[in-house]
């Protein structure tokens, strides 16, 4: 239920410097590295809500981990209305083997094409 409660929380982040700030972390990245890999300064003052990125760094930063900018702006949170029940769903999915989640994909796929037919 932690782990649960934890994936809620963010999603429901709110500031850019949170969010970043966590997205480094789970990569295992230094702010050093990161700004030497994306050629950026200032990470840091990012992280802490001091200053705001340019459109062109956010953009590297969304590509680099995978998100969207409307996401780390908080412009978008649809995602936020995920249930209880989603998110746990999810979470479990994520550590099943890849050929199991293909096989769960398969199931599903299979189930609205009955729900089609």
């Known amino acids: 239920m932690v782990k649960m409660t934890l994936y809620r929380e963010v999603l429901l982040m709110e500031s ?10 789970k990569e295992g990245i230094s702010q050093r590295k990161l700004m030497d890999l994306l050629q950026f300064e200032n990470l840091h003052k990012y992280e802490k809500n001091q200053r705001e990125p340019s459109v062109e760094i956010l953009k590297k930063l969304a590509l ?47 189930k609205l094409a009955e729900m089609q037919g």
């Open 16 to 25: 850019l410097g949170e969010k970043l700030t966590y997205l480094r972390n």
């Open 64 to 110: 680099y981990y995978d998100v969207s900018t409307d996401w780390l702006l908080s412009l978008d949170n649809s995602e936020s209305d995920l249930s209880d029940y989603e998110i746990n769903f999810i979470e479990n999915f994520r550590k099943l083997k890849k050929e199991d989640q293909f096989k769960i994909e398969g199931m599903v796929e299979l």
